[in-house]
Structure formats: C-alpha cells, structure tokens
C-alpha cells in the first residue's frame, strides 16, 4: 500500500500483545495497525483528547507524507517529493 498523507500519527498500541501490530498508525484520520514503522521526514510531537475513553493520546507526527505499508506490516513514512519545472 502506498497512500500521500496531511498528517500522520504514529503512537503505540496498548492493545497489542507486544509481539504483533504493536504500533498504530492513524493516517488523515483512518488508523491502520502495523508490525515496525520508519520515518525518514521531519516530526513533532502532538496530542489529540479522545473523548470514548476521556484520555489525551500522545503522538509522533508528520505532516504532508507517502507512507509505504509493505505485506509484512512494516510503515516507511517518508517527505512527498516536490518537482518542480
């Protein structure tokens, strides 16, 4: 799967067994559950309040990505690349 991203977050899966998708990668908005996750762009830290559970989840973000899933499970995110001519 290969998708362009606004903005991506990347935090860690509680509900994971430590063993399998344990990262959770939630991409404009649809959360997608990978196995390992590399970042090859610029990040920052953000927060989001979920309200179902009354929590602030905290977040590695990037903004304006690709981000690659490859069968495995394993996320490559990295900068969309700008041409210009």
Known sequence: MLKKVQLAHIRYNTNSDGQNQC????????????????????????????E?????????????CSVMINETGDAL???LLVVQG
């Open 23 to 50: 990262w959770r990668l939630v991409l404009d908005g649809e959360e997608i559950l990978v196995e390992s996750v590399q970042i090859e762009a610029p990040v920052f830290t953000s927060k989001d309040w979920i």
């Open 52 to 64: 179902p559970i009354g929590q602030f989840k905290h977040h590695i973000s990037v903004r304006d």
């Open 77 to 79: 995110i990295a900068p």
